[in-house]
């Protein structure tokens, strides 16, 4: 791996939808992509500006998924194309989800991989009829004890 983006760092401010509590860490899961693979540069990116930071081989930038423009934007300041792999772990919704890869896939390298994190069940159709011309694949994980479980994930390869 050499070049890895993830949406989403995980903000602490409980402002903002589907944010980690006031517990949580934002930017962790970069710094363990940046450990796990030791060449790549990590990339990222998230809605809450008071989030964003930069360390040794990892940079982040502000994008809206929600909002078109604001994706274009975060793609020219980033200026790399050809990620190996690309992780929307961002707002959690369909709508921002679908925004998200429709301006995001073409970034990807041939053989790049790009994962939809946490879709709940409940979307999981609606996702998977959006995206059939790309033949994403479905990983779902069940608890008995959740009513919507939001851990289920969608992988999309760039064959």
């Known amino acids: 791996m050499k070049l890895v983006f993830e949406c989403g760092l995980g903000t ?28 790549a540069q990590i990339y990222g990116a998230d809605i809450d500006k008071n989030v964003l930071f930069q360390e040794d081989r990892i940079k982040t ?18 200026g790399i194309e050809n990620f190996d792999i690309i992780i929307d772990d961002g707002l959690h919704d369909a709508d921002a989800n679908i925004n998200l890869f429709t301006n995001s896939f073409n970034k990807l390298k041939k053989n790049g991989i790009y994962i939809i994190e946490d ?19 479905l ?19 760039n064959d």
């Not at 409980?14 to 060449?39: E, H, Q």
């Not at 990983?139 to 390869?157: A, F």
Request: with cysteine.
């Open 139 to 157: 990983v779902v994980l069940k608890n008995k004890n959740i009513k919507y479980p939001s851990n289920n994930l969608i992988i999309i390869r």
């Open 12 to 39: 602490n401010n409980t402002d903002y939808p589907c944010n980690m509590s006031i517990d949580g860490t934002p930017g962790a899961s970069l710094i363990v992509w940046r450990d796990y693979f030791k060449n």
């Open 61 to 78: 930038f502000y994008v809206d998924q929600l909002n078109t423009q604001s994706i274009e934007t975060m793609w020219k300041k980033i």
């Open 119 to 137: 879709v709940y069940l409940y979307i999981l159709n609606d996702m998977m009829e959006k995206l059939k011309n790309f033949n994403p694949e």
